[in-house]
Structure formats: C-alpha cells, structure tokens
C-alpha cells in the first residue's frame, strides 16, 4: 500500500497479578503500511484487545519496540509520547463517550485539551459530524443517541486532531449487523477520502473481509498467521483461521466415518454452476455441509465443505473431476475446525 506506519518488535505483554503471571503477548512482530486497512482477529482473550492498547502505549509492553511513523514509542518522554498519541485516534465497543456532554462538545474534547480556541474546534467538529453523517444530532446527549449514532460520534472525536492511524477496537461488537455495516463502510470511507491507516480489531472474519486488506491471526498471545485477507481466506493455514473462517458449530451433523472435502474457490466463474455439474456428470449426490463464498469482479472465492457418498469409486470420480477443473481441493475429517489439526 504505503510506506510502513506502524512497525511492532518483538513485543510481549506479560501481567503479574493475583492469579499469577499471565502471557498475554509473546514475542509479536507485526508491519503495518500508511493506507492499510489491517484486520488484527482472534478468539476471546487471544490478546488483541492488549496488542492494540500496545500500539499507542495505553498498555506498556513488558519488551520489545514500538515503531510509528519512524519513532520508537518506547524511547519517548511522557511530553513526546502525548503528542505523539494525537496522530494515533482510538475507538471502543463500547463508544466511551462523556454523558454530560453533547455530540458536538464530546467531539471538541480533545481539541480542547490540545488548546485549540474554541471558535475552530467547533468548526471542526461540525465538519466531523456531517462526514459521520450526524449534522442533524450535534446538540443530542449520548442518552438520545442510538448505538450506531454513538459510534459515530466517537469516530468523529477520534479524528478530530487528524491522525493518520485509526485504531479500532472491537468497534461494531455492540451494534446489530445493519449498523454493524454503516459503521464499516464510513471507516472504509474515511481511509479512501481522508487517507487514514485503520487497525480493526475483532473476533469476526466477516468484519476482516468486508473491509480489510490485510489480516494478522492471533491465538493463545501469538500471531499464527498473517498476509493478505484474500490469502488467508482462501488458503487459511493455521487451524484457528480455519476455525474463525468455517465455525465447526456451523456445521450441520453428518455421519462421523463421512467422506468431506473442502472445495477451495480462488477466482472461479461465478457463472459456473460447480456442485451442480459435479453431481450430474460424476453422479453423486453431494451434500453442502458449510459455505462461505462470495464473488468480486465476477469470481467466487472462498471455501465450501461438501459431504460425499460412502462409495469409494464415486469419491475417485469426484477428486478426478476436480483435478480436471482445476479446483482446489482437501480431504477433511468432519471435526477439522475443532480442537485438533
């Protein structure tokens, strides 16, 4: 995309507590370019939530470095690190906004503290506001303001000192999956007319393709894999990508000695009728245990788990038409996104 805005080094994150030392970052190397979307996704307490507040210092690494933007957050006084923060917007689940301010003052806070004179804080929170599409609210306390409205309001204030990162954490849990979708397609918005880099973070492989261009997976405080989101989508390599991207609850019961294949779509037609070619040419009735496909530009890409016959010689038929078509394919056993490799 860019050139390189957030650089992490070996970064581990460890909490001495009542319950004992606990690892919640082991030995992180992540690089993320100006202008990315970047999707950091993982299960309950895998450590995203910890390695975002570690990219602006909120949390204080235990070793390793932070870089932005060229500079070592970790070498900065607490007079440098502040300044530093105000190109570094942040945003909750769970919006964080004052109850005793309106919109437009919520918005002007931080420029507020930045000393900004009120007469052009206002006229930035204003502009701020309508780019959110809240023009019509900015007098409303967040008790009149609806979920998604109060996600916008937090957006605006995030990027009220004009950051050039937008570090998002876990921003849409809270909303139902309509405003889930607003609220990604104005930060999509923001990165493609302001230019602001945006770290999402989130347990949703849904979250990370609607608007990511690349992902790093992170389980049990490490990173298990990264590249770009279309990679890891289609080819996912560790078992957890497997997990996030085909849920094993998802899937509908089927005999346990049951002959499965994972078809993988990397660009084909979409115009294509494939499982329905496959059953009438190879004469196999095929059920689709799980799917998760979608088309860009007239290709499919994704992945879908087929159940076969128990007949050994309509398996071979159907593994030879594949081949002969160039799709993708692997035996799986029917618990292959649960706990075992």
């Given at each position: ?172 849990s809270a909303l139902d999956p309509n405003t889930t979708r607003q609220i990604l397609d104005l930060l999509k918005k923001i990165n493609q007319e302001l230019g602001v880099t945006i770290v999402v973070i989130t347990h949703e ?137």
């Open positions: 995309m860019g050139n390189e805005l957030i650089r992490i080094e070996h970064l581990s994150k460890v909490f001495n507590g009542a319950a004992g030392r606990i690892v919640a970052l082991d030995d992180i190397n992540l690089s993320i370019d100006s202008g990315d979307i970047f999707g950091i996704i993982g299960l309950s307490g895998a450590g995203k939530s910890t390695l975002v507040r570690c990219m602006n210092l909120l949390e204080t690494p235990t070793e390793g470095n932070v870089i932005f933007d060229g500079r070592n957050l970790m070498q900065m006084n607490q007079k440098e690190l502040l300044a530093t923060r105000q190109s570094i917007g942040m945003i909750f689940q769970d919006f964080n906004l004052m109850a005793q301010r309106n919109a437009i003052r919520n918005v002007c806070y931080p420029m507020e503290v930045a000393h900004m004179p009120r007469r052009d804080a206002e006229k930035r929170a204003k502009e701020l506001l309508e780019l959110v599409g809240l023009s019509d609210r900015m007098k409303s306390y967040p008790s009149q303001l609806s979920g998604g409205q109060k996600q916008r309001v937090a957006i605006a204030r995030a990027l009220a000192m004009n950051p050039k990162v937008l570090l998002c954490d876990e921003a849409t492989m849904k979250v990370i393709e609607t608007i990511c261009n690349r992902v790093a997976v992170l389980d049990q405080s490490h990173v298990v894999e990264e590249g770009m989101v279309r990679d890891v989508f289609i080819h996912p390599q560790s078992r957890i990508a497997r997990q996030l991207i085909m849920p094993a609850q998802e899937n509908p019961t089927a005999m346990s000695d049951s002959n499965c294949l994972r078809i993988v779509f990397d660009g084909y037609s979409a115009y294509e009728p494939v499982i329905s070619n496959l059953a009438l040419e190879c004469r196999a009735a095929v059920n689709i245990l799980f799917a998760n496909t979608r088309v860009v530009d007239g290709k499919t890409i994704g992945q879908m788990l087929l159940q076969l016959p128990q007949d050994e010689t309509t398996v071979l038929r159907v593994k030879q038409w594949l081949t002969d078509r160039n799709i993708t394919f692997k035996e799986e056993t029917l618990n292959v996104y649960g706990t075992n490799d």
